[in-house]
C-alpha cells in the first residue's frame, strides 16, 4: 500500500471560520510534508515533519497551523485564512531516512480550498 | 537548493519516444536527480532518480550526462496517460528532507 489519503477532497470556508484538513498513511513513513499549489504552478513546501517534530517551516503564516498527532497521521489547522490562501492542499511522506537510497516522496491527491 | 532548467512545453505523438531534458550546471556531488510527474489533478508521482549513472525502471529511463550538469528522462512508447507536468528536481541527501519543485514541463501527447 503506497497510500496517502487526505481529507476532505473539496473545502469551501469563510475568512472566519476554523478548518482542518487531514492526511494520513500507513506505509510507516516517519517523514510527513505539507505543500500547497496554486493554479498552474509548482507545488510549494510548507511544512516538513520528522519523527512528528517539525523540522522545516518554510516561513509559513501563523494562519497555518500543522500538528503530528502520531507517525501516521498529520494536519493543517486553518483559521483566519485569506482568499488568496485558495489553493490545492498537498500531503506527502516518505521513509524519513534515505541517504543514497533516494528516499521517494509519496503525495495524496490534495485538498483543493477555497476560502470566501 | 541548486536550481533545474527545464522547457516550459513539449509535445509528442502517442507511441513515440520522448526525450525531456533538463540542465543543472551547479549540482553538487551529494545531489541527487530526481523526476516527478503529475497528471492532471492528482499529486506528483515519483518516476525515477538516479547519481551518476543511467537508470531505467518501468515507467522511464534517466540519462545523466558524464559532468552531471544535465539529464534526459526518456519515456520510450509515450501514451495519453503521460500527458502530464514533469518536474526535475536536485535533491541533497544529506542536507534536508526537502523536495523542491521548479516550473516543470507540461508534456502534451497528441493522439
Known amino acids: 500500500d503506497t497510500e496517502v489519503t487526505q481529507t476532505p477532497k473539496h473545502l469551501v470556508m469563510g475568512m472566519t471560520n476554523k478548518k482542518s484538513l487531514k492526511c494520513e498513511q500507513h506505509?510507516?513513513?516517519?517523514?510527513m510534508y505539507w505543500y500547497k499549489q496554486k493554479a498552474k504552478k509548482p507545488p510549494e513546501l510548507m511544512f516538513v515533519y520528522s519523527y512528528e517534530k517539525l523540522s522545516i517551516n518554510e516561513s509559513v503564516p501563523s494562519r497555518f497551523s500543522p500538528e503530528c498527532p502520531n507517525s501516521s497521521l498529520l494536519n493543517l489547522h486553518l483559521h483566519a485564512l485569506q482568499p488568496e490562501d485558495s489553493a490545492l492542499y498537498l500531503c506527502a511522506s516518505s521513509q524519513g531516512r534515505g541517504r543514497g537510497t533516494g528516499n521517494t516522496i509519496y503525495f495524496g491527491e490534495g485538498s483543493w480550498l477555497t476560502v470566501v | 537548493d541548486a536550481k533545474t532548467t527545464q522547457p516550459n512545453s513539449m509535445e509528442s505523438n502517442e507511441e513515440e519516444p520522448v526525450h525531456l531534458p533538463c540542465n543543472h550546471s551547479t549540482i553538487s556531488g551529494t545531489d541527487y536527480i530526481h523526476w516527478y510527474r503529475q497528471l492532471p489533478s492528482q499529486g506528483p508521482e515519483y518516476v525515477i532518480h538516479?547519481?551518476?549513472s543511467n537508470v531505467n525502471n518501468r515507467m522511464a529511463s534517466l540519462a545523466i550526462a558524464e559532468d552531471r550538469k544535465s539529464s534526459t528522462l526518456i519515456l520510450h512508447r509515450a501514451t495519453l496517460r503521460d500527458a502530464a507536468v514533469y518536474y526535475c528536481i536536485l535533491r541533497d541527501l544529506q542536507g534536508a528532507q526537502k523536495l523542491v519543485f521548479g516550473q516543470g514541463t507540461r508534456l502534451t501527447i497528441n493522439p
Open positions: 506505509m510507516g513513513h516517519r517523514a
Open positions: 538516479g547519481l551518476t
